[in-house]
């Protein structure tokens, strides 16, 4: 029954989730998850994607979809709000260690490389992997490396 399942319980499951283009990071950690909350016996999650366009954004719901059916949790509403809009800011200095320590320069004015922190870097193209990331090469280490763009 939903109504025996607190927020926290919720908040944890989704801790687990990876985000599908960074995987060492959750989806909680990136900050697209902005509310959770029972209303009679109905679970709501409120999302905000990273860009508006993000291509992710419906697999991420439906991985959360499909582990609260694992749960046994089957009502529940995933609603997108795009106001805010969402911001590397919402990023915690633990995410941002996260990210560093898989090999990310994480969103910052100033890009160090994420292997040898050198400050000597240079950029190969402003779109990565993915359009919120930029392909980067350190200078002294030689190192390719993406940079989470700040936002």
Known sequence: MVKEISTHTIWELLKTIPDPEIPAISIVDLGIVRKVYFEETTLYITVTPTYSGCPAMSFMKDEIIRHLELQG???????????????????????????????????????????????????????GSTACKALYKCLDCLEPFHHFKPI
């Open 73 to 127: 949790i089957t009502n529940c509403q995933i609603n997108t709000s795009l106001a805010p809009a969402w911001t590397t800011d919402w990023m915690s200095d633990e995410v941002k260690t996260k990210l560093k320590e898989a090999g990310i320069a994480p969103p910052s004015a100033e890009i160090n490389c994420p292997q040898c922190d050198s400050k000597k870097v240079q950029v190969v193209s402003e779109f």
